[in-house]
């Protein structure tokens, strides 16, 4: 998912120690655009991930790429905002790369739709008989003022 806004705040890095070796967390807070603006906080892990942040500026506009993951704990669940990409973004422009989409400002080549090729007379009227509606039924009610049944 992608979100784009204005970077607020750099939330303090943690680190540790796991089993698996050390570990740093970092995080941020961005503030959409529109009408009503909002106010979100994203999670960072990893050496490469955190240093993202720190070549930002404050109160630049930024796209945010993130995926969301919940968990329960105790019986209540938490949402975690967990950031993969966060990059400078200049309003007004297309969206940076996302799920494979690039913008190169050109229109791209489209193949033509292929024709429908002739049915049989069988097919066609099988395709008339599967759609009742598609004609008026001989049976209608008559006209009167009005057109309603009752």
């Known amino acids: 998912m ?20 050390p570990w740093v967390r970092g995080g941020f807070v961005i503030e959409t655009d529109g009408e009503y603006p909002r106010q979100v906080a994203f999670t960072c892990f990893g050496e490469d991930r955190v240093a993202m942040i720190q070549s930002v500026q404050l109160n630049s506009p930024v796209a945010v790429t993130f995926t969301p993951e919940s968990r329960e704990f105790n019986e209540r669940w938490y949402t975690d905002l967990r950031c993969t990409r966060i990059q ?8 940076p790369v996302s799920n494979g989409y690039q913008w190169n400002g050109a229109p791209q080549q489209v193949a033509p739709a292929p024709q429908p090729t002739a049915q049989p007379a069988a097919a066609a009227h099988q395709q008339q008989a599967a759609t009742p509606f598609a004609s008026t039924p001989t049976n209608a009610m008559p006209n009167t003022e009005d057109d309603l049944p009752f």
Do not use: D, F, H
């Open 2 to 21: 992608e979100i784009t806004g204005r970077l607020i705040k750099i939330l303090p890095e943690t680190r540790g120690e796991s089993a698996r070796g």
């Open 88 to 95: 400078n973004y200049v309003p007004g422009q297309m969206p």
